[in-house]
């Protein structure tokens, strides 16, 4: 398989508030069955190099059937995710290889580490609510970033000792969940090029909304 350097790290970006319409990751499509990818299906070199990333970073992954939901939906090489290294992922998410591979980066390097500096513990699940799904962003005619698997909405977050962090938002005296999630929004802003959650807007009153949404001048949407 040909090789190529693995997906930047966390390129320079400008931070901020656009004006954005958010998703509602209970608002999802029809259950679908996924399809494992043909043998014989070409893979682009970028997607070989990519799914080699997902490797290094000890992405546990399925190749699945190109989807196709209509004009503004679909993804041509998407990529099942089901675990990071240790880290669990349930339900398992559909999502562009890109996707995972951010995602990834950013749970080894920065969530499992937060964990063990707050908690003394390491990370067993993330639960999430929303990867791949064919809908357009809510109240707008724009397509969501969910639609191209491009995000991903996080409900919960699981420890190994036991501890299971509900990300809306903690009570006035929760101060160490408060600072953890704090944490792992403002982190997570590094690497995505959309961070939404609890404290926003209702709609992301009970989840993190990461995506890489492609924005000029490198703007982020960090909130």
Not at 149 to 154: E, H, I, R, S, T
Request: aromatic share 8%.
């Amino acid at each position: 398989m040909p090789s190529s350097p693995a997906q930047p790290e966390a390129a320079p970006q400008t931070r901020g508030l656009q004006t954005l319409v958010p998703s509602n990751p209970m608002m999802v499509a029809y259950p679908r069955l996924d399809r494992p990818a043909e043998p014989s299906a070409s893979v682009p070199a970028d997607e070989i190099a990519c799914r080699n990333d997902l490797k290094r970073l000890g992405v546990t992954f399925q190749d699945l059937a190109p989807i196709r939901d209509g004009p503004t939906c679909g993804i041509d090489h998407p990529v099942k995710v089901s675990a990071i290294g240790s880290v669990k992922m349930k339900p398992a998410a559909t999502l562009s290889c890109r996707m995972a591979a951010t995602f990834a980066r950013w749970t080894r390097k920065e969530l499992v580490p937060t964990a063990r500096w707050k908690y003394l513990s390491g990370v067993k699940t993330i639960h999430q609510g929303s990867s791949y799904s064919c809908r357009r962003i809510a109240r707008s005619r724009t397509p969501s970033q969910h639609s191209v698997g491009n995000a991903l909405d996080v409900m919960r977050i699981e420890l190994n000792n036991g501890r299971d962090i509900d990300v809306r938002k903690p009570g006035w005296f929760s101060f160490r969940q408060r600072s953890f999630l704090n944490n792992v929004r403002a982190d997570g802003c590094d690497y995505f090029t959309t961070v939404l959650g609890p404290g926003y807007n209702y709609d992301h009153r009970n989840h993190f909304h990461f995506d890489i949404m492609p924005r000029k001048n490198g703007y982020v949407a960090c909130k």
